[in-house]
């Protein structure tokens, strides 16, 4: 006696769920099955067993289900012409070739690994030429740990301060490159220890060819710096080592890839209707991500009060970005802190979040003003300090490209939640997320109303 | 004349679970089921509309799933200052939130054992295309579709309960 084999059953269950549109089985070979069925106490046993895998899988699917709120479909249609077109296969081709047939050219690239690996080694090495040679010229090391600091280059954990990656670091580049001589003597007054500007010129040296690769290899050299910029000096290595990776994308706005593009385009439909400013639509996306790495402006010593919602957005001068969805549970500001500070607290379903915002002075690097306000509250400026805010005084912000965006950095809170700096449309933002959650997951999130 | 309004209607809360499934953020999922519709409807305007359309969205929605999943890889490599972050709060009045996110967690997990094909065609399945439009998508024949479905549902429940197993021994 012949028996229905496990995939027909299946199959027969399907159909009798969905009906014909299923389109499991056709109708001469149900009917064979039903018949059989009524016939066979084996396939009648089987048919229960697939019964209960079905619908225990069905269980386990619906347990990774999440709730579903799909948007109108007005909503899509805005997209519509945003979208970069692809051709889409239909139906998806098929593998013709074996799995594997480019394991054969593995030995090329291995070849070409090997290549690379001598060229970084090479460059590495004249890296330490270059460092020896800082290093046997102490004065004027301690002036490049000044004039980097000057070009806006990240501070050092250690110094206490909040890190903040420069906007585009490579028109700043270009300005330090650039600037007199007898400014950057001024800021060797800051009489930055010997021994520290060492250190630094050594860890940029470190640091410089491989930033310099990653970058070429991206294609990415956002500006071109002179000349006189690639001198391969160790002052000039300073100021590339630490300068910010970056990525090209394409409009943010339109890239899918881009953290919140879709939502973005989701939104741009609403806010047709109701003003409503999307942190993730705007451009500011494009600019650079700055880190609190390092500090916090929401761990500084500053006294914070309570204050109306409206009297925060008069603080800011704008209206509060917010985590949507989430209550608040608390608006508190810092008007004594320079810049003044507001923060905001929220009870999301990921725990409390705080967003520390703050008004951005205009003429000044983005970033200057967070800056000045934590390491004014730390009462700790080392020489670095007073060298960057110094520069951060006359500088105007440079002009982003609007198809650069500068990969998000992420820092910690005093408390080890993560926090996520976000140059917003209209000021900086820092978004603080409880630990154990990744603030990047609520980016998309954070709009503002009004 | 495909009414894409309605098909939207009848087609964006499958995708946005089927998206869930594989990119497992739901935010996201319900971002990717837009993007799907906005292609498709941008390569309808040129006059390209598929004789299955409910089927093509889903090939779309793989591919973005895909693109997607690439993508996640990036970023989790820039990520890295998150890497040994301090434990989560657990809060009491959350274990509810917890339990759920333990129940999906697990089911990820058991999916995430399965073959890529028998996860394909399961999540197609469940997201309620037929055996002839699972087998458009998959390059399978469409009497395989039964045989595949099987293997894959009974590989799901065999690798939920051994990590239930697992996680009843801890």
Not at chain 1, 8 to 26: E, I, K, Q, S, V
Not at chain 1, 151 to 163: D, I, K, L, Q, T
Not at chain 1, 405 to 411: A, D
Request: glycine letters at 8%; a neutral charge.
């Amino acid at each position: 006696m012949w028996h229905i084999d496990e995939g027909t059953l299946h199959a027969y269950l399907d159909d009798r769920d969905r009906g014909p549109a299923a389109g499991a089985l056709d109708a001469g070979l149900r009917e064979r099955v039903a018949q059989h069925l009524s016939e066979c106490d084996v396939c009648t046993a089987s048919l229960r067993l697939a019964e209960r895998q079905r619908a225990r899988a069905a269980d386990i699917l619906l347990a990774a289900t999440p709730v579903i709120e799909t948007p109108p479909f007005e909503a899509v249609q805005p997209m519509v012409g945003t979208t970069p077109i692809r051709p889409i296969p239909f139906p998806l081709p098929r593998r013709t070739g074996p799995r594997r047939a480019w394991m054969p050219l593995a030995w090329a690239a291995s070849l070409m690994l090997a290549v690379g690996a001598g060229w970084m080694a090479s460059l590495m090495w004249q890296g330490g030429e270059v460092q020896r040679a800082a290093l046997e010229q102490p004065a004027s090391a301690a002036g490049s740990a000044a004039d980097r600091a000057d070009a806006g280059a990240p501070m050092s954990p250690a110094a206490g301060g909040v890190v903040l990656a420069p906007a585009a670091g490579a028109p700043r580049m270009a300005e330090g490159a650039a600037r007199p001589a007898g400014e950057g003597s001024d800021l060797r007054r800051a009489e930055a220890p010997r021994q520290e500007a060492k250190e630094e010129v050594a860890h940029a040296d470190r640091l410089a060819p491989v930033a310099a690769l990653s970058e070429q290899a991206a294609g990415n050299r956002v500006a071109d710096t002179g000349a006189e910029n690639r001198r391969v000096t160790a002052e000039d290595r300073g100021v590339t080592a630490e300068r910010p990776r970056q990525f090209v994308a394409r409009d943010p706005a339109r890239d899918a890839a881009v953290i919140g593009g879709a939502m973005a385009r989701v939104n741009a439909a609403a806010a047709a209707a109701a003003p409503q400013q999307v942190l993730a639509e705007s451009p500011a996306l494009g600019f650079a991500a700055r880190s609190a790495e390092g500090g916090y402006p929401g761990d500084a010593d500053v006294a914070w009060k309570t204050v109306s919602r409206e009297e925060a957005e008069r603080l800011l001068g704008a209206p509060l970005y917010l985590l949507a969805g989430a209550p608040i549970s608390e608006i508190a500001a810092a008007p004594q802190a320079s810049p003044a500070l507001v923060r905001v607290r929220q009870r999301a379903e990921e725990g409390q979040i705080e967003l520390v915002q703050w008004r951005a002075a205009t003429g000044q690097a983005v970033g200057a003003d967070v800056e000045k306000g934590v390491a004014d509250a730390a009462a700790q400026k080392s020489a670095v300090d007073v060298a960057r805010e110094a520069r951060s005084q006359v500088v105007a912000p440079p002009a982003a490209p609007a198809s650069a965006v500068v990969q998000p950095r992420l820092g910690r809170a005093r408390d080890g939640g993560s926090v996520l700096s976000i140059p917003a449309a209209t000021h900086p933002v820092i978004l603080k997320a409880p630990p154990g959650i990744n603030p990047a997951l609520l980016i998309t999130r954070i709009r503002q109303e009004g | 004349m495909i009414d894409w309004a309605e098909l939207y209607r009848e087609t964006c809360a499958d995708l946005v679970r089927y998206l869930h499934r594989k990119v497992w953020d739901a935010e996201r999922a319900r971002d990717l089921a837009q993007e799907v519709f906005a292609r498709a409807l941008q390569h309808a305007a040129r006059g390209h509309e598929p004789e299955h359309a409910r089927a093509w969205l889903f090939s779309i929605a793989a591919n973005l799933a895909r693109d997607e999943a690439k993508m996640v890889l990036r970023r989790k490599r820039h990520l890295t200052l998150l890497q040994g972050a301090a434990s989560e709060a657990v809060q009491p009045d959350a274990s509810e939130r917890i339990e759920r996110a333990e129940r999906e967690a697990a089911a990820r997990a058991a999916l995430e054992q399965l073959g890529e094909r028998d996860r394909e065609v399961l999540l197609l399945w469940d997201a309620g295309l037929s055996y002839p439009e699972i087998a458009a998508q998959t390059g399978l024949a469409a009497g395989a579709i039964g045989t595949t479905l099987a293997r894959a549902r009974r590989r799901l429940v065999e690798a939920h309960e051994a990590l239930e197993a697992r996680h009843v021994a801890h």
